[in-house]
């Protein structure tokens, strides 16, 4: 755990992960936020797994032109746009109540994401040294899987209680205190792009990116299947407290797993790491839609987490070795578009299929959008040889030198 004490003594590290995280906490209400509130107005799941994949598909098809955007101009506009903007888009939706209303303000709510998560990652190479890259993405993920757990749990609780309006009130209020905070650190404000080269390939004919966004499309489709199955599972059985509980266990054991992921040897290439964690998550995942919303449901929801914290510090080091130079954000913001497209796909999907088949099914989808990856990796593994790369010894002896030296 020395390795995340000295990370924590870099200049603007606390100010990064402190100042984002009430917006983090935000982003973790904001789904079942909105479930609640559509199926509140509307006594239908179906419509509330719809405002959820609208709200997710417009975010999505955006993230890549956002990351553009921050590509080329800096981070500074963008935030101080889309910030404000996100924020009483979460207020007009919370004062609607006709089905209509909600899906639309569901949908240009979703054009008004701040790029929160696609503005730290890229400042990471420019306030910690390259060897402390892996722990960084580790501890960052993890303080993302923390809001993870408090915001469903919250979302859940005041949507469930006399004032159900406060789930939607209190996640504008904290997006927009996030998202604020983030806008006016020094380490934000000092950012400045990366010089594409000119003449250079586009970042949609790059192999390596096209192969992660195929990858991105099967397991956006089951998160978004995963993530109404859960909900729609609990009110059907009249049992939705439980939605919070069982999403809590999953984020408690995704910081973990993120934290784990950041321990792992850096003699171990990311590639390496990331498909066999990848074969671990299919595993845990097969029992999955013979599970019910109790214990069964939070075990493997709590072995997904541990999964999905690591697999995400290994994303991002498997990313960053194969993307084109200059596409810092535009890189993840156009895999997360894929992704996330896919993932509102799977949401409206799955909030139809819970209704008029059964969650069950829903579930599965999960489970073999899984194996689909894992064979996409699988079969073009030979795309992403870039994420192979084991640091050199004289790299191992710099990072131990960081870490006996407070002054870094």
């Not at 996640?171 to 990366?194: D, H, M, N, R, Y």
Request: hydrophobic letters at 50%; a positive charge; proline letters at 5%.
């Amino acid at each position: 755990m020395e390795r995340y004490r000295a990370l924590l003594r870099f200049p603007h590290v606390k100010a990064l992960l402190i100042s984002a995280f009430p917006a983090r906490v935000a982003y973790g209400m904001i789904a079942l936020a909105t479930f609640f509130k559509a199926e509140n107005a509307t006594h239908s799941i179906a419509v509330a797994g719809l405002a959820i994949g609208l709200e997710s598909f417009s975010s999505a098809i955006t993230a890549g032109l956002r990351g553009s955007l921050m590509d080329r101009f800096g981070l500074k506009w963008p935030l101080r746009v889309f910030v404000p903007s996100y924020a009483l888009m979460i207020l007009a939706l919370n004062a609607s109540h006709d089905r209509t209303v909600i899906l639309l303000i569901s949908f240009i709510l979703g054009l008004a994401s701040p790029p929160i998560n696609l503005s730290i990652r890229p400042m990471w190479k420019s306030v910690v040294p390259a060897e402390f890259l892996r722990t960084a993405y580790a501890l960052d993920t993890a303080v993302i899987s923390a809001a993870t757990v408090f915001g469903p749990v919250i979302a859940t609780s005041l949507a469930l209680s006399k004032h159900p309006g406060s789930a939607l009130t209190l996640c504008a209020i904290l997006v927009f205190i996030g998202g604020a905070c983030l806008a006016f650190t020094k380490a934000a404000q000092s950012w400045t792009p990366e010089v594409k080269a000119r003449g250079s390939a586009s970042l949609f004919k790059n192999p390596a990116i096209r192969l992660l966004m195929l990858e991105g499309c099967f397991i956006g489709f089951g998160i978004g299947a995963f993530d109404i199955a859960v909900p729609a599972f609990a009110t059907l059985e009249h049992i939705p407290e439980r939605t919070a509980w069982i999403l809590a266990i999953m984020g408690i054991c995704n910081i973990f797993g993120g934290l784990f992921g950041g321990l792992v040897s850096k003699k171990t290439s990311p590639l390496l790491v990331f498909r066999r964690t990848y074969f671990v998550w299919f595993l845990i995942e097969l029992p999955l839609a013979f599970s019910y919303p109790g214990w069964s449901m939070a075990l493997i929801a709590g072995g997904i987490g541990l999964c999905g914290g690591a697999l995400q510090v290994f994303y991002l080091e498997v990313m960053e070795a194969v993307r084109p130079h200059g596409s810092a954000i535009s890189s993840l913001g156009w895999l997360w578009t894929v992704e996330g497209t896919f993932m509102s796909f799977g949401a409206a999907v799955g909030g139809w299929v819970s209704n008029s088949l059964s969650p069950r099914v829903c579930l599965s989808f999960s489970t073999i959008s899984v194996a689909c990856g894992l064979l996409v990796l699988t079969i073009g593994r030979k795309r992403l040889a870039a994420a192979n790369a084991i640091p050199t010894e004289a790299q191992d002896l710099n990072a131990m030198k960081d870490n006996a030296s407070p002054s870094h």
